[in-house]
């Protein structure tokens, strides 16, 4: 049997992200001596990433990136596979190398971003690949969000404290309010506004939600006569829920989120929210 201890595969598993499993057997292999163990594992790594594509990854973390002046800032998410990596410093170091590569690059989508060249003859995508490997997971890069067209915010959540913010919001007014940005970031973050205003509903959603609130109605055997009276309260009822302007305000519930904004002389021209894994 193989020299080695708990603290052995404790530390294997801080260096690589590697699973349990894989650390006992890469320390049985290399005779219990940990650098062996960190190279065999690195080795099997690469020859995996192909193998875990498979794989689901709904762990990760959401990383914020703003400029001093918060003229400027990013979200990107990445996701991995345990909670065991998401909190690992390996892995957020990479989350933040790949937002600053986002900060600084200014991608049009992400086929452009996993393009680009992050370190010199290294793209995103290879880099992303080199993380897979490196950390024993199916490591993704999906989402990122940036603005940079007036006073720029992030508010970031942890949904457990031993964890990397899962939720992140980024918000851009059009112009500095600390407070105001972070009250609405906040809001944001728990009620998940889909859209900002009415407006920015697209026509086949309310189409939909229209549709589906008239056969609801239809099939509750409300009378015909009171039937456009109920269907338009409950497309307002999904316009509340959907749109961020309309919500009553999470710090003060008797306001609006758009008589917030009001009050403080502030317009909010557009945010992002991202949950990772959603």
């Known amino acids: 049997m193989a020299n080695y201890t708990a603290a052995d595969v ?29 190279e065999a594992l690195r080795i099997k790594g690469q020859k995996g990433v192909a193998k875990r594509e498979g794989r689901s990854a709904e762990n990760g973390a959401v990383v914020s990136l703003i400029a001093d002046d918060n003229t400027s800032g990013v979200l990107v998410e990445l996701k991995c596979e345990t909670d065991f990596v998401a909190k690992g410093d390996k892995f957020q170091a990479v989350a933040a190398q790949l937002a600053e590569h986002v900060a600084a690059s200014a991608p049009a989508d992400l086929e452009a971003l996993l393009a680009s060249e992050i370190e010199a003859g290294k ?35 942890r949904t457990m404290p031993d964890l990397p913010p899962q939720i992140g919001v980024l918000v851009e007014f059009d112009k500095a309010d600390a407070a105001v940005a972070k009250g609405v970031a906040q809001h944001i973050a728990a009620f998940a506004p889909k859209y900002l205003t009415r407006e920015d509903v697209p026509a086949e959603v309310v189409e939909t939600e229209r549709r589906v609130a008239e056969e609801t109605t239809r099939a509750e055997g409300k009378p015909e006569a009171a039937l456009p009276k109920i269907v338009e309260g409950r497309v307002n009822g999904f316009f509340k829920d959907a749109t961020l302007l309309g919500q009553p305000y999470a710090l003060d519930n008797k306001k609006s989120v758009q008589q917030i904004l009001d009050e403080a002389g502030v317009t909010l021209k557009r945010f992002t929210r991202i949950k990772v894994g959603i």
């Open 123 to 157: 793209t995103v995508q290879a880099f992303v690949d080199e993380a897979n490997a490196n950390l024993g997971e199916k490591i993704v890069l999906d989402r990122f969000a940036q603005f940079a067209d007036g006073f720029v915010f992030a508010y970031m959540h």
């Open 10 to 38: 404790k530390k294997l598993r801080e260096l690589t992200g590697a699973g349990m499993m894989d650390c006992k057997k890469a320390l049985d292999e290399a005779d219990g001596n940990v650098d062996k163990a960190v």
